[in-house]
């Protein structure tokens, strides 16, 4: 690993957020979890390392930065994997009429039998009921980005932990 790379160096990164791409710095932690990738602590929120996939030679000498990914343990894989069949075997998401504390009016769920969207009004849009695609919810659970919505935290994340 080139001593630029070393431990404690700064670095400049790439990332996507929301769908956009956002320019960060931060500092070399360690060997990231990938052939040719590095940990980084990013300024303002060093809690949280990225890890970035560094450019071969050419690709930098075309100007381009490293670039953060999402690295998911085997262990997370598996459940990114259940929730996106959940969802897809489902081939969508309603959502009904439901405040919480945080703001949201309206939460999203995969199962028409949810114990958490029971007795709720269902949400309307032009007069139908309103859902969301499997494939837009997908890309929200694994991380591409998009809107966010109040996704189920029972039916859709399948946090089995969570009984109301
Ligand atoms: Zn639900």
Redesign the pocket.
Known sequence: MASRFKAGARLQFTQQVNGKTVTRTGEVWSDGPVVSSLWVLPDGDRRNPVPVKLPTARQEDAGQLPEAFVHNSPAQQELLAARCSNVSRRGQVYAVLDADLLGNTLSY???PG?P??AGKEPARQHGRPLTVSAHRVIDLLSGKGGVGLNL?R???WLDMEVTR
């Open positions: 769920h995969a199962d949810c958490l969207a189920c029972r039916c859709v």
